[in-house]
């Protein structure tokens, strides 16, 4: 099993039901097929770099998980068939990107909360 990490840009003409309900349909997918939910954060309704179908804004969402690796494809399929998903993508995690979100989800990424760690290391 593979640790993963999924980014999904939906629609921003969804409700916040039926949003709520397209990415409730992923997480099932997930879980049928065997994977490990680690951790999920929305972004929400975030501006675009650039436009994505006559859209300048949408709908992040960041799942972790972990899952077998024959499972991407068949989750990627998922996706293209949704036409309320404009982008996603999906990438494996080697041990520093597990690490990283570790302390991400821990409070531990910015530069004051470092170096709060480092000064009760040596004290």
Avoid: C
Avoid at 36 to 48: A, F, N, Q, T, V
């Amino acid at each position: 099993m593979n640790n993963f990490e999924s980014v999904l840009i939906l629609t921003p003409l969804l409700s916040e039901e039926a949003t709520q309900e397209l990415i409730g349909k992923f997480r099932s997918f997930l879980t049928d097929n065997g994977a490990e939910i680690i951790h999920e954060d929305s972004w929400g309704l975030k501006k675009l770099a650039y436009p994505i179908q006559k859209k300048t804004t949408g709908y992040y969402h960041i799942t972790e998980f972990k899952a077998p690796g024959e499972l991407i494809n068949k989750l990627e399929l998922a996706y293209k068939r949704e036409e309320r998903v404009m982008r996603f993508l999906t990438i494996r995690l080697d041990k520093h990107g597990v690490a990283y979100n570790e302390r991400k989800r821990a409070g531990l990424t910015t530069r004051k909360s470092r170096e709060q760690q480092k000064e009760g290391e040596t004290a």
